[in-house]
């Protein structure tokens, strides 16, 4: 029987607003291959709009109880979330020198939601153990880094059956996300209505970066193998070649070395919103 699956994701994908093109289609395969491996145990690695983590961002930090906060038309509810693993897996990381934080309570937003609704059809359906990864408040770890947590976290549940989730974009810009937190606590639709002027500014000044997709192609390049040459130089001018969006990739890249092989690129399309689905079982 197989002992490890991993699917990597972008999210949003299936909004009603979304394109209906092979991603979308390609997440319904990956799903019906979750259905089929039937995991024990979901390693979720995630990250955050900065709804969650605000005034303190840690770099990685799991998660012992979750709620799901519903925006962008995202599910509500409870994760089921097995604290007892998660405690045991942050002192095994502590012990292998990862500076990981505790969230001994998190409300998680879309990041989250979105691909576990998408994958495992309800949020509460799984056992899920969130592993925050921050991706949207410079300054975050390397790949290289994310590479190692996953590695250890496969490491610790090598005796499970595991799926293991990514959930980020690949190559995209995040106007929003170009200036520092500022504190203030916003409603989820006031945020929406910032973001739409801070989006619509950028657009106004020609600010939006122009990106290629090149940076896409070697990304999953790298992890459609096991090698971690790649790692160093994905990171090199990342945000002027793959915009700011493409440090979520981080989620991945964790996932894809928790799993410990190389994925296969289902669907790829590339755009302002970089849209892949990736899996492999093993």
Request: hydrophobic share 40%; with cysteine.
């Amino acid at each position: 029987m197989k002992k490890r699956l991993t699917v990597c994701a972008s999210h949003l994908i299936t909004l009603p607003s979304a394109p209906h093109g092979p991603v979308r289609s390609a997440i319904g395969a990956a799903r019906e291959a979750v259905d089929e491996f039937d995991p024990e145990l979901v390693v979720f690695f995630g990250t955050d709009h900065r709804r969650a983590f605000r005034s303190v961002v840690p770099t990685f930090a799991v998660v012992l109880e979750a709620t799901a906060q519903g925006d962008v038309a995202g599910p509500t509810g409870s994760y089921d979330v097995p604290a007892d693993l998660g405690r045991a897996l942050v002192a095994d990381l502590v012990a292998h020198e990862f500076d990981i934080a505790t969230a001994y309570s998190a409300a998680l937003d879309h990041a989250f939601g979105h691909t576990t609704r998408d994958l495992l059809g309800t949020i509460s359906s799984k056992p899920v153990l969130p592993i925050f990864i921050n991706c949207a408040s410079p300054p975050h770890a390397t790949f290289r880094r994310a590479a190692s947590l996953g590695r250890r976290v496969g490491e610790f549940f090598a005796d499970k059956r595991v799926l293991y989730v990514g959930s980020g974009g690949l190559a995209h810009d995040l106007p929003g996300f170009r200036e520092p937190e500022t504190g203030v606590v916003l409603t989820e639709e006031e945020r929406q209505e910032w973001i739409k002027s801070v989006n619509s500014k950028a657009r106004s000044e020609g600010t939006i970066r122009e990106l290629v997709r090149t940076w896409d192609e070697s990304f999953l390049a790298g992890i459609g193998g096991t090698a971690w040459e790649w790692l160093d130089s994905i990171d090199v001018d990342l945000v002027e070649r793959g915009g700011n969006g493409a440090a979520e990739c981080l989620t991945w890249t964790a996932a894809w070395a928790a799993g410990g092989q190389g994925l296969t690129t289902l669907a790829h399309e590339f755009d302002t919103s970089g849209r892949a689905v990736v899996m492999s079982a093993r």
